[in-house]
């Protein structure tokens, strides 16, 4: 993991939290069980163990790309995560003043990604920011706010550059569910749901159209699909049912 928006210990916070089910938010407030707490430890002792490597210490192009390739050609990764692309600077994405200069570093950066990749037979999944537009787009199906292609923030190169482009979309966003009573579900209530969540099909140079829906867990980031072994529901009443 190229890790530029967050430091490599926060990151293995949330990886912990994730592999162990326990809010790591929780933990540090104090507010966690010394059983919580013994399973945060374990599964953070246990990512120690496994060949994961985080460099959160590189932000501009060149060392960024440095990165990369040290953990391929070092560590023999075959999974590269840069968080995230428009996090990342350069000599021409930096200009100030003509959009046309700004454009060109964002559309040299996604080659220079693409062309990396290739030379190091990787797989490289490259985050990045939407248009803030994107919020306020009006209903699509009768949902609100659906990612396009289009709305890659700086530049639509991403788009054309990717051999796979999606979007995440995350409905209790726009439409959180209702209880029972009519009152609104609290901010912690609704992340200790599981929340559908729809990674959606932008674009595939390989073909294929179809979005798939998962569930989140936001106090623990965990993603869990239905089919999964042990798939525990937590319910909740009230979805919004778009027509």
Same mark, same amino acid.
Request: aromatic share 8%.
């Given at each position: 993991?190229?890790? &530029?928006?967050?430091?490599?210990?926060?990151l293995? +916070?949330?990886?912990?939290?994730?592999?162990?089910?326990?809010?790591?938010?929780r *933990?540090?407030k104090?507010?966690?069980?010394?059983?919580?707490?013994?399973?945060?430890?374990?599964a953070?002792?246990?990512? =120690?163990k496994?060949?994961?490597?985080?460099d959160?210490?590189?932000r501009?192009a060149?060392?960024?790309?440095?990165?990369?390739?040290?953990?391929?050609?070092?560590?023999?990764?075959?999974v590269? +995560?840069?968080? +995230?692309?428009?996090? &990342?600077?350069s000599?021409?994405?930096? *200009?100030?003043g003509k959009?046309?200069?700004v454009t060109?570093?964002?559309?040299?950066?996604?080659?220079?990604?693409?062309?990396?990749?290739?030379?190091?037979?990787?797989a490289l999944?490259v *985050?990045?920011q939407?248009?803030?537009?994107?919020?306020?787009?009006?209903k699509?199906? =009768?949902?609100?706010?659906?990612?396009? =292609?289009?709305d890659?923030r700086?530049?639509?190169?991403?788009?054309?550059?990717?051999? *796979?482009?999606?979007?995440?979309?995350?409905?209790?966003? +726009?439409?959180?569910?209702k209880k029972?009573?009519?009152s609104?579900y609290?901010e912690?209530?609704?992340?200790?749901?599981?929340?559908p969540?729809?990674?959606?099909?932008? =674009?595939?140079?390989e073909?294929?159209?179809?979005?798939?829906?998962?569930?989140?867990?936001?106090?623990?980031?965990?993603?869990?699909?239905p089919?999964?072994?042990?798939?525990?529901?937590?319910?909740?009443?009230?979805?919004?049912v778009?027509?």
């Amino acid at each position: 993991v190229v890790s &530029i928006e967050m430091p490599g210990r926060k990151l293995m +916070y949330k990886l912990a939290s994730t592999w162990s089910g326990v809010p790591w938010k929780r *933990l540090l407030k104090g507010d966690g069980t010394s059983d919580e707490a013994q399973r945060f430890d374990a599964a953070f002792d246990e990512l =120690g163990k496994m060949p994961i490597f985080i460099d959160d210490t590189v932000r501009d192009a060149s060392a960024v790309c440095s990165a990369i390739r040290r953990m391929a050609r070092m560590h023999a990764c075959r999974v590269v +995560y840069v968080d +995230y692309f428009q996090l &990342i600077r350069s000599q021409s994405n930096s *200009l100030k003043g003509k959009n046309d200069n700004v454009t060109a570093g964002w559309d040299a950066l996604s080659d220079e990604l693409r062309a990396l990749a290739k030379e190091e037979d990787i797989a490289l999944v490259v *985050l990045a920011q939407f248009n803030k537009d994107v919020e306020h787009r009006a209903k699509t199906h =009768g949902r609100k706010g659906i990612p396009k =292609g289009m709305d890659f923030r700086s530049t639509e190169k991403l788009l054309m550059d990717a051999g *796979l482009a999606a979007g995440v979309y995350r409905e209790f966003h +726009y439409h959180a569910p209702k209880k029972l009573s009519g009152s609104s579900y609290e901010e912690g209530e609704l992340a200790e749901m599981h929340q559908p969540i729809e990674f959606l099909n932008l =674009g595939a140079r390989e073909g294929g159209t179809r979005s798939v829906e998962l569930f989140i867990q936001l106090s623990t980031g965990r993603v869990m699909d239905p089919l999964d072994e042990g798939w525990d529901f937590v319910p909740w009443q009230g979805r919004v049912v778009q027509t």
